[in-house]
C-alpha cells in the first residue's frame, strides 16, 4: 500500500457522508430555497464557526428497513431527520441540534429520538448552551423495524425538560412545527419564530383523526396567535435573523470585560423623557434604550401584555435582563397576564444568572370583578414570589409611580429587596393611588359634604398626600435608598450589578 492509498473502507464511508450533505439532494433543496426558506444545514452553517461543528449520528438512517430498501433509506433519510451535535459561536460552546424538513417532513424517528437523547444528555454533562431548530410534524408513526406499542417511554422530552435551570435552551420555529416538534420548542427557554411559522400541539392529521375537523396548517397556531398569548418570544423577519438573533443571545451569557465603556445615548437626554404631566402616559421604550448600550436591546414577548415590558439589553457590557411597566397600556397596571409575563422573566433571569433591572411606574395591580375572573391572584403572588426568590442581582428605579403591591412585586416584593432601590425626582410612593387614598380614608367626611364642596376637598387632600408621598420624603425616612437626577442612573445600576457579581 503507498502512502497517498485510502485508508480500508475510506472511500465508502466518504461516499456515505456525501449522502447526507445538501449537495446530494440538489432538487429537493432548490424547491425549498423557490419557498425562500434554507435547509437544516444552512441555517446550522449560519450559526456556529465554521470548521467547529462536530455531528454526531450523521449515518443513522429511518426504522423502516422491513418496508423499504436499505440503499432508497440511506438517499432519502439521511441522519434519519436530525443534525445534531456540539460546535462553538464566536468561540463560545454551545451545542446544536436541527430537525430536517426535506427528510419525512422533518418528523420524529425513532432512531432520530435515539440521538436527540444522546445530544440532550451531553449538553447537559458538558454544560452546553443548546440551540433547537424545531420545525417539523411530530412523531412518525412509520418506523417499524423496532417493537413498539404506544412509543411513550421515548426520552427526548423528559431529558430536555430536565434540562432547565441547568443550560439555556434556544428554539428556533420556522414552518410548520406540530405535536412532539412544538413540546421540543415550548420548553426551551427562548423561543424565536419566523412569521411563516405554525406552532401548535397537533397539526392537521392529528385534528383530522380526532375528530375534530379538517383544517390547513396554516390555520393552527399562526404566528399572529402565538405572539398575542405569549408562546413566542421574538419575531423576526426571516432565518437569517433568527440566526443573528440566537447568536446574540448566546454572546448574552459570555461574562463581558469590567468596566467596558461601551457607547450609549446621551445620558442627560434622560431628564426630559418623561411628560411634564405625570398622568400623561409615555412610551418607556426609548427611556430602556438610552439607558442600555447602543443596538443593545432585544424586546421579548411584546405583543403579549404590553402593559409591561421586558427585555435583554446590555448595559455598560453587562448583560441585565429589563422589566419596566408600560404607562401607555392600562396605565402601566398589572394584569393577570403581566403577572405572568414578569414572573416567567425573572425566572428565566435566575435560570441564565442575569442581573435585573427593574424599571417601575404603576399604579399597581388592575382590580375588580372582572381583573379576578382572570386568575389575578394566583398570577400576581407569583409574580412577588418569583421576584423574591432571585438569587441574581436586583436594582430598581421608581421613575414616576410607585403605588401598592403591584410595585412591591416589580420591586422583589419590598423597596429594600433590590440591591439598590433609587427614584427619580418627581416620582411618588404610597400604598395605593394617591386620590384613591384619599377617597377611601376620608370616606364618612366625604359623604358628609355638600355634593358642591366633595371634589374640592378631594382635590385639595390628594395634593397634600401628593406632596407627602415625593420620592425625597420616602427617602428621608428611608424607604429607598436615593433619590437621584437620571442621568446618574445608568452609572449607578451599572456599578452596583458590576459589585453584586
Not at 281 to 299: G, K, Q, Y
Not at 314 to 322: E, N, Y
Amino acid at each position: 500500500m503507498t502512502d497517498d492509498a485510502p485508508a480500508q473502507g475510506l472511500p465508502e464511508v466518504l461516499a456515505r457522508r456525501f449522502l447526507t450533505t445538501d449537495d446530494a439532494r440538489p432538487e429537493k433543496v432548490a424547491r425549498w430555497h423557490a419557498k425562500g426558506r434554507r435547509t437544516a444545514r444552512e441555517n446550522i452553517a449560519d450559526l456556529v464557526d465554521p470548521g467547529s461543528f462536530v455531528e454526531y449520528g450523521r449515518f443513522v438512517t429511518a426504522a423502516q428497513e422491513q418496508r423499504r430498501p436499505l440503499a432508497e433509506l440511506v438517499v432519502e433519510a439521511p441522519a434519519d431527520g436530525i443534525i445534531g451535535g456540539t460546535a462553538t459561536v464566536d468561540g463560545r460552546a454551545c451545542a446544536v441540534l436541527s430537525y430536517d424538513y426535506l427528510v419525512m417532513a422533518g418528523t420524529q424517528g425513532m432512531r432520530g429520538h435515539r440521538k436527540s437523547d444522546r445530544l440532550i444528555e451531553l449538553a447537559g454533562r458538558m454544560g452546553l448552551p443548546t440551540v433547537f431548530f424545531t420545525e417539523g410534524g411530530g412523531g412518525r408513526p412509520g418506523d417499524v423495524d423496532l417493537p413498539l406499542v404506544s412509543a411513550l417511554d421515548v426520552g427526548s422530552f423528559a431529558l430536555w425538560g430536565e434540562l432547565q435551570g441547568v443550560v439555556p435552551r434556544i428554539a428556533v420555529v420556522s414552518g410548520r412545527c406540530f405535536a412532539g416538534n412544538a413540546v421540543i420548542a415550548g420548553c426551551a427557554d427562548l423561543r424565536i419564530a419566523t412569521p411563516d411559522a405554525n406552532l401548535g400541539m397537533a397539526g392537521p392529521a392529528m385534528i383530522a383523526g380526532g375528530g375534530l375537523g379538517q383544517f390547513a396548517a396554516e390555520e393552527i397556531g399562526p404566528v399572529e396567535d402565538q405572539a398575542a398569548n405569549g408562546v413566542l418570544d421574538v419575531v423576526v423577519d426571516d432565518e437569517a435573523a433568527a440566526v443573528a438573533v440566537v447568536r446574540r443571545l448566546l454572546g448574552v451569557l459570555h461574562e463581558p470585560d469590567l468596566g467596558t465603556g461601551e457607547p450609549a445615548a446621551d445620558q442627560a437626554a434622560l431628564r426630559t423623557l418623561l411628560p411634564e404631566n405625570d398622568r400623561e402616559a409615555f412610551d418607556v421604550r426609548p427611556l430602556v434604550e438610552a439607558l442600555a448600550d447602543e443596538d443593545s436591546v432585544l424586546w421579548l414577548r411584546e405583543a403579549w401584555a404590553p402593559e409591561l415590558v421586558t427585555a435583554i439589553v446590555r448595559i455598560d457590557g453587562l448583560a441585565v435582563g429589563v422589566l419596566a411597566n408600560q404607562s401607555t397600556a392600562l396605565a402601566g397596571a398589572l394584569t393577570a397576564d403581566a403577572s405572568t409575563k414578569a414572573a416567567d422573566f425573572l425566572d428565566l433571569c435566575e435560570r441564565w444568572q442575569l442581573p435585573v433591572l427593574s424599571l417601575v411606574d404603576t399604579p399597581g395591580f388592575m382590580v375588580g370583578p372582572e381583573a379576578e375572573r382572570t386568575g389575578l391572584v394566583r398570577e400576581a403572588s407569583r409574580m412577588v414570589t418569583a421576584g423574591a426568590r432571585l438569587t441574581t442581582p436586583l436594582a430598581g428605579v421608581v421613575l414616576r409611580r410607585g403605588y401598592g403591591l403591584g410595585a412591591q412585586a416589580m420591586l422583589g416584593g419590598s423597596t429594600h429587596r433590590p440591591l439598590l432601590t433609587l427614584a427619580w425626582p418627581g416620582a411618588h410612593l404610597g400604598p395605593m393611588g394617591l386620590e384613591g387614598a384619599v377617597r377611601l380614608a376620608m370616606a364618612h367626611e366625604l359623604a358628609a359634604l355638600p355634593d358642591g364642596e366633595r371634589e374640592a376637598v378631594v382635590a385639595e387632600q390628594t395634593a397634600a398626600l401628593r406632596d407627602h408621598a415625593k420620592a425625597l420624603n420616602a427617602a428621608r425616612v428611608f424607604e429607598i435608598d436615593d433619590v437621584v437626577d437620571p442621568a446618574e442612573t445608568r452609572t449607578l445600576v451599572a456599578g452596583t450589578l458590576r459589585r453584586a457579581r
